[in-house]
Structures are given as C-alpha cells and as structure tokens.
C-alpha cells in the first residue's frame, strides 16, 4: 500500500501539467451524480441525462464567461487608469492618518521616513495587484487555459459521469474482501463528509458572489463587480478569502472615496456578508454535516497549492476529508483497544 501510494504521488507530480481538465471533470461528474441518478430513476437513460447536465452546465458557463468577461476587462481597464488617483488619494490618506499619530505620540514614534515608506509600498502594492489582474484576466495562457478546459473538461465529465455508477462498482470489487465492508464504509463516510463540505461551500460562494459584487457596486465603489465576484471566490477558503477581500477593497475605497464614509459603507457591505454567511447561509447549507475543520481545510488548500499548483488546490479537500475520515476511525479503534482501556503495567 505505501508503494502504491508513492507511486500515485510521483504520477501525480509527473503528470501534474496536464491533470487538471481531468480532475476537473472527475468534479462535476462527482457533482452531477445525485442529480442524474434522480433522472435516470425517472426514467431517463443515464447518458441522455449526462449529456443534458453536462451540456446545461457548459452553456451556463460559458454564458457567464461571454457576460462577464468583457466587464471585468473594463474594470481592469478602469483599475490601470485610476491606479496613479488612488495610489495618491491613499498616500494622502496614510500621511493625515501617521501625521495625527506623530502629533499624538511624538517623532520618535513616527517620522517622516515611516510616513514615505509606507506610502511607497502601498502603491507599489497597488501597481502589482493591477498588473497581476491584467496579466491573468488579459493574457494568452490564461485564454489558452480556458479553451482547454471548455474542450476537454466536457468530454471527459459526461463520459465520467455516464459510468460513474459502474466505475464505482468495479472499483469496489476490486476491495480486498477480507477489508471490504470497512473500506465501504469508511468511503461512505468521507463521500458524506466531502459532498456536504462541496456542495455547501460551493452554493455560499455562488451566493456570496452575487451579494458582494451588488453591494460593492451599490456603495459606488468602481472595481465594485469584480471585487466582489473575486471575494465570494475566495470564500472558498474560509477566512483567508473574506479577509483578503476586505483589505483589498478598504484600500480601493480609500484610494477613490478619499474618505472614512466611504471606506465604513464598503467594511460595512463585508462585516453584513460575513453575519449572513456565518448565521444564515452556512448553517442551512451546511449545518453539522461537515466535520473538516477550517484550519485543516486551510492548511490542506495551502498545501496543495504548493506541491501541485492548482491541481492541488482541486484534489486537497477531498484528500482532508478521506484523511479526516480515517484519523476519527483510527482514534475510535484506538479509544476501544486494550491499548487505551488497559495499557499494560510497568512496575509494581
């Protein structure tokens, strides 16, 4: 088993440039799956109904792709042009504000050297973040990238989620039968645990992208669309995007409003966005289904990332949730072993 493991990791590196239409695809076919099996339960032949979801998702897809594409290019556009206005309207901003510190604790607390250094970094800060997103948004591998996955990724999908049943009953009969009940619950268990964490957090994120791109736009802040599409995003990673998000649009609204008003109604639009999802969106979502930890999820992303760029991004949470569901099997089986009812006694 470790060989087998090492040998799918070393695959998995080798390979790891061209994986991810296809574990992308394994994504929506593991998505899609309850719903066709409802279609093909109601008479509906199961590859006719692989066909129309796959086929409704692309087009859904690429409907958005073709709305929202030549906006967020506008807004980039609108980012680049304003960038020397806001990079000036902050400076200003961080100069008053460090002015008022220096009057309040004396220049050995704050000088003007800190004043102009900070105010240097953030807009070199500011020029990277506009760059960056024209680069990405506007570049050739980025279109090259997206072609690839509306050719491949469909395929791929609809053949997987065609045979997805039969590909999970070969793959069980491959089960060594002395384990095989084990291994099939233990499976079952992480199929629960991941489909709630998915699904859930995909469905708050959708959410939170309509919610933060009408309500950066209804405060009046510019790059209002494709800030807010960006942080609902990146509330897939919980915390870490919301808060990336908050600082990123702080800075924009200080950049064009020039003023604290501005700068509360867009903390304003987050701190909302963070109680609904926190209190409403996520608990009906999700609820108490979901046992992988935000630290773990967070700590599963990054590594991901890291090792496998994002194909590791793809593949870290469901490897948390079949790592999560096997650490609470071997803690239950440690917790009723004689190990830890009755260790054995040194001495007298």
């Known amino acids: 088993m470790l060989g087998l493991l090492a040998s799918a990791m070393f695959l998995l590196w080798l390979f790891s440039a061209i994986l991810t239409p296809f574990v992308l695809a394994g994504c ?12 093909n339960r109601l008479g509906l032949p199961r590859g006719v109904a692989a066909l129309l979801l796959v086929a409704g998702l692309m087009a859904a897809a690429l409907l958005a792709l073709l709305l929202l594409y030549p906006l967020l290019i506008a807004q980039v556009g609108t980012l680049l042009a304003r960038l020397p206005n806001y990079v000036a309207g902050i400076g200003s901003a961080i100069q008053e504000g460090m002015a008022a510190l220096e009057k309040r604790f004396g220049p050995e607390v704050m000088d ?4 102009d250094l900070a105010v240097s970094q953030v807009g070199a800060i500011l020029s990277f973040m506009g760059t960056a997103a ?10 090259l990238s997206v072609f690839t996955l509306v050719v491949v990724t469909p395929v791929v999908g609809f053949y997987l989620l065609r045979d997805w049943p039969r590909i999970m009953r070969r793959i069980e009969s491959w089960l060594p039968r002395r384990y095989a009940r ?24 959708a959410l939170l992208c309509v919610y933060y791109a009408i309500g950066l736009s209804a405060v009046g802040l510019e790059l209002g669309l494709i800030l807010g599409l960006t942080s609902g995003v990146l509330s897939f990673i919980p915390y870490v995007g919301s808060m990336t998000g908050l600082g990123t649009a702080l800075l924009l ?14 903390a304003a639009v987050f701190v909302t966005g963070q109680i609904v999802e926190g209190y409403i969106i996520y608990p009906r979502l999700l609820g108490h289904r979901v046992e992988l930890h935000a630290v773990w999820v967070i700590f599963a992303l990054f590594a991901g990332g890291v090792a496998f760029g994002f194909l590791g991004v793809l593949l870290a949470v469901p490897m948390a949730a079949a790592l999560g569901v096997l650490a609470r099997y071997w803690l239950r089986r440690y917790l009723e072993s004689p190990l830890y009812l009755d260790p054995p006694r040194t001495g007298s």
């Open 28 to 39: 929506i076919a593991y998505f899609l799956d309850p719903v066709a099996t409802r279609m």
């Open 112 to 115: 003007t050297r800190l004043r």
């Open 134 to 143: 024209t680069r990405v948004i506007g570049g050739g591998y980025a279109l």
């Open 182 to 205: 084990t291994l099939r619950q233990l499976a079952q268990e992480t199929d629960r645990v991941l489909s709630a964490w998915l699904r859930g957090q995909l469905l708050c994120c």
């Open 253 to 266: 609204a200080l950049g064009q409003f020039g003023t604290w008003e501005g700068v509360g109604m867009v």
